[in-house]
């Protein structure tokens, strides 16, 4: 494996479901990112993680809860979404932070339906 | 709070046609970045341009950030169908921020 993998590439929850997305680096890079991406509306920013440490926040709901174990994984635990939660969830990584200074690198995103 | 408009939102043509792509603020961004996300998949970084004015091309695509750098553009000459996709700019602001813009949706086809 190569780049940046995510898993599970689809996901369909309930209201009350509790579920995580995971993400993985191979590239050996120190900052890791979450971030939503929604029809007509900005790549939002959600979390941000330098070396294992959470060093952003950006008012995000506590139904969303990262972890980052290690330097090459994080996760994104999900408990009671709703429906306008649906969205294209994206984890990037970068040499080291903060991403305006360094190259980000994409996975190919969570696409999330909460029903 | 930066905010960076994309425009046109959406812009289908026709192979072999030439196109260019806006991204407007209002506010001063000390870099500007943009990217390609094809469909299924993350976005990529295309090109960075730091110096108000400054002209980078990429192949067929030619990228010029303004000189108050508030602004830029993508020209794309002679399209291809490969060239579909999302195009997005992206600028730093304050604080090292990171801001996305809208987006433009490009399509080409045959």
């Known amino acids: 494996e190569t780049g940046v993998t995510q898993t599970p590439r689809h996901l369909v929850m309930g209201m009350t479901n509790k579920k995580s997305l995971k993400c993985e680096q191979h590239?050996?890079?120190?900052?890791m990112y979450w971030y939503k991406q929604s029809a007509k509306k900005p790549l939002e920013l959600m979390f941000v993680y330098s070396l294992e440490e959470r060093v952003e926040n950006n008012s995000v709901p506590s139904r969303f809860s990262p972890e980052c174990p290690n330097s090459s994984h994080l996760f994104l635990h999900l408990h009671t979404l709703q429906p306008e939660d649906s969205a294209l969830y994206l984890c990037a990584s970068s040499q080291d932070y903060p991403a305006a200074t360094y190259e980000q690198y994409f996975g190919p995103g969570t696409r999330l339906t909460v029903t | 709070t930066q905010l960076l408009e994309q425009s046109p939102q959406f812009l289908s043509i026709q192979e072999g046609e030439n196109l260019t792509v806006y991204c407007n603020s209002s506010?001063?961004?000390?870099?500007l970045q943009w990217y390609r996300q094809e469909p299924g998949e993350g976005p990529v970084l295309l090109v960075t341009v730091v110096t108000g004015g400054e002209v980078k091309k990429l192949k067929r695509l030619t990228f010029q950030f303004g000189d108050a750098r508030k602004d830029s553009s993508l020209h794309i000459t002679a399209a291809q169908p490969g060239d579909t996709g999302l195009y997005l700019c992206?600028?730093?602001?304050?604080?090292?921020?990171?801001?996305f813009g809208t987006g433009t949706r490009l399509q080409v086809t045959l």
């Open positions: 506010s001063v961004f000390s870099s």
């Open positions: 992206a600028g730093t602001g304050t604080a090292s921020k990171l801001t």
């Open positions: 590239l050996g890079h120190n900052a």
